[in-house]
């Protein structure tokens, strides 16, 4: 797992990020650290009646991803599996190496409650798909129709939500963190400086006029760019996922932004 993780190169290529993957998904299928991970986790459920995994498969019946639950996960999901955040830590945090996701709602204390742990080899919908297709399998009683709310980065997609079939009960939304911190410098870059206090208020706006009023400043902020105002618009026409006065209409007193 070692060389998983000084495999991870910044760059914008893009044929970079598929060779890391194809490093990662080798190194899980062959070595023989995650068989012994398997023969643990068989060790734990006969140890623990709550305990139970998931394994994920590749054509060639090699494992490449793996998900498990305990019984505080398992009651977590059941009392609080209704809103979820879903995010990977990226290799170069991770001490094995390799993609690690815990899917965590808040408890009645507004603390994070885990709901399962995985290692994976991508970060894709078809993954998060059997991320929680996984969670449901392990632990039947938690209800996915009544899930309501995914918060997740960039790499998730409303794929996920129509792989589940609940893209007309659930709403996608753009983790806060990630948007402000990751996506939008990126997206706007030097530019971003300018307008951030607006793309700020939209996101924590409590009312459509939040929404709209530092939308339209941030406009005329970049008139003169035309290919940043499309950015821009193409944010202001998508409420559900980045506007905060959607997400406090949706949760009442939930006071969550990601």
């Known amino acids: 797992s ?45 140890q623990d009646p ?10 060639e019946g090699m494992p490449n991803s793996i998900l498990w639950m305990d019984s505080r996960m ?13 995010d990977v830590q990226k290799r170069q945090y991770n001490r094995s190496g390799f993609p690690y996701c815990s899917p965590v709602a808040k408890d009645d204390d507004f603390r994070a409650a885990q709901c399962a742990e995985s290692i994976i080899v991508e970060e894709t919908d ?27 980065d960039q790499h998730v997609s409303t794929v996920l ?6 893209q007309a009960s659930c709403t996608l ?15 706007f870059c030097q530019h971003f400086q300018s307008i951030k206090h607006y793309l700020k208020a939209m996101l924590e706006s409590k009312t459509q006029e939040e929404w709209d ?18 950015k821009l618009e193409d944010i202001h026409q998508q409420p559900s ?8 209409e949706m949760g009442g007193s939930l006071g969550m932004m990601g």
């Open 2 to 46: 070692r060389f998983a993780a000084a495999a991870t190169v910044y760059t914008d290529d893009l044929i970079i990020p598929t060779v890391v993957i194809n490093i990662v998904r080798k190194i899980m299928t062959e070595d023989s650290g995650t068989w012994k991970a398997l023969a643990y986790l068989e060790e734990c459920k006969t």
């Open 161 to 166: 939500l129509q792989k589940l079939n609940i």
């Open 126 to 152: 078809e993954v998060y798909a059997w991320i929680l297709k996984s969670m449901k399998a392990v632990e039947p009683r938690w209800d996915m129709s009544k899930l309501r709310i995914i918060f997740g």
């Open 74 to 86: 398992r009651s977590n999901l059941i009392r609080f599996g209704d809103i979820l955040c879903l």
């Open 241 to 248: 996922y980045y506007a905060g006065y959607y997400l406090r």
């Open 213 to 230: 009023s530092p939308f339209c400043r941030a406009r005329q902020a970049l008139c003169y760019l035309p290919h940043l105002v499309q």
């Open 173 to 187: 939304r753009g983790d806060y963190y990630h948007l402000y911190n990751e996506v939008w410098p990126k997206a």
């Open 50 to 59: 709550g305990f139970n995994f998931r394994v994920r498969y590749d054509k």
